[in-house]
């Protein structure tokens, strides 16, 4: 079996998936991705306990790949602080960059050793820093981006840290 972990919006619905800790709508599911971008879900047939394992060593090793070329756009206040940076990026796989141990090691060395993240599409992720950071500012950007995206993952927030990742709440105001 081929394919991929591929970070989506549980509205994708795939046959086989696990939500992010704490998360009501964001998951993580094998996928085959083609050569276009498009992200096809795996069956769960022929897809046993131990397939997991092989399916998240395989994805780390090309997200590992993915991520060095990535180059976040930093964004500075008027004292050119740098306060949040954008990864943008073709690839359908780019969300998935913030499982890898690589991710929070890049962004701590700049916003400190816990982040907040924004995954409002697979080729978009905001970070910020978890303590004075500026994201009320950039709330509304992330939703639009949520909404005018062909492949939209979340409106959640996620804290990583050497804990991990967990949800911490939403960029909408009306979800609960």
């Not at 971008?37 to 997200?63: Q, T, Y």
């Not at 602080?81 to 990864?87: F, H």
């Amino acid at each position: 079996m081929s394919g991929e972990l591929v970070v989506g919006g549980s509205f994708i619905q795939p046959p086989v998936h696990r939500f992010l800790p704490g998360s009501k709508r964001t998951i993580l599911f094998p996928a085959e991705i083609g050569r276009y971008g498009e992200v096809k879900p795996l069956k769960a047939e022929g897809l046993p306990p131990e397939a997991w394992d092989r399916l998240i060593r395989n994805s780390r090793e090309g997200d590992a790949l993915l991520m060095a070329t990535l180059d976040p756009k930093m964004i500075r206040d008027n004292h050119g602080v740098i306060q949040a940076a954008v990864i943008n990026s073709d690839d359908p796989r780019t969300a998935s960059c913030i499982l890898l141990p690589g991710f929070l090691r890049r962004f701590s060395a700049v916003f400190g050793p816990e982040l907040i993240v924004a995954i409002p599409s697979r080729t978009k992720i905001y970070v910020f820093p978890k303590l004075a950071n500026r994201m009320p500012e950039m709330i509304q950007t992330i939703r639009d981006d949520y909404q005018i995206s062909p492949q939209p993952v979340s409106k959640e927030l996620f804290e990583l840290s050497k804990k991990g990742i967990r949800t911490i709440g939403t960029v909408d105001p009306n979800d609960d």
